[in-house]
């Protein structure tokens, strides 16, 4: 299965649109934001995204809040999570991924890669090619 839809959702407008133009424009796939995490739960209604795209820091609700409510409807709780974050520790980007993230992307990223970014990071921890075997 392709990567071919994305639910961002971030409360910086500028990394929004620079998000947009990298999913959108330069990556060819279908994008949906929002701005913030009660937004989303109110907007997502029948979208199912194959990715979601969270901030971490967000006024009234972090990423991993968001993702958490998120998690108790069926059709989002298996849906794979990117957070992007500027706090780069290790420490916190362990916690992230000890917390069921697929990936860390920290801020400040390159929106002419980050498409290929999130395709290999899918490629490689979702949808991984299958061994062949011989016989």
């Given at each position: 299965?392709?990567?071919?839809?994305?639910?961002?959702?971030d409360?910086?407008?500028?990394?929004?649109?620079?998000?947009?133009?990298?999913?959108?424009?330069?990556?060819?796939m279908?994008?949906?934001?929002?701005?913030?995490?009660?937004?989303?739960?109110?907007?997502?209604?029948?979208?199912?995204?194959?990715?979601?795209?969270?901030?971490?820091?967000?006024?009234?609700?972090?990423?991993?809040?968001?993702?958490?409510?998120?998690?108790?409807?069926?059709?989002?709780?298996?849906?794979?999570?990117?957070?992007?974050t500027?706090?780069?520790?290790?420490?916190?980007?362990?916690?992230?991924?000890?917390?069921?993230?697929?990936?860390?992307?920290?801020?400040?990223?390159?929106?002419?890669?980050?498409?290929?970014?999130?395709?290999?990071?899918?490629?490689?921890?979702?949808?991984?090619?299958?061994?062949?075997?011989?016989?």
């Amino acid at each position: 299965m392709e990567l071919k839809s994305i639910m961002h959702v971030d409360d910086d407008e500028d990394i929004r649109t620079i998000v947009k133009i990298a999913i959108e424009t330069v990556g060819q796939m279908e994008l949906v934001q929002f701005s913030d995490g009660p937004s989303a739960l109110e907007g997502i209604g029948d979208t199912k995204p194959d990715l979601f795209l969270f901030d971490v820091m967000m006024p009234g609700m972090t990423g991993q809040e968001l993702r958490a409510e998120l998690s108790k409807c069926s059709n989002y709780k298996n849906v794979p999570t990117v957070y992007v974050t500027a706090k780069a520790e290790d420490s916190f980007t362990n916690q992230l991924l000890s917390g069921g993230a697929l990936a860390v992307v920290t801020k400040p990223f390159d929106p002419m890669t980050l498409a290929d970014k999130l395709r290999t990071i899918w490629k490689t921890k979702v949808n991984p090619p299958s061994e062949e075997t011989f016989s």
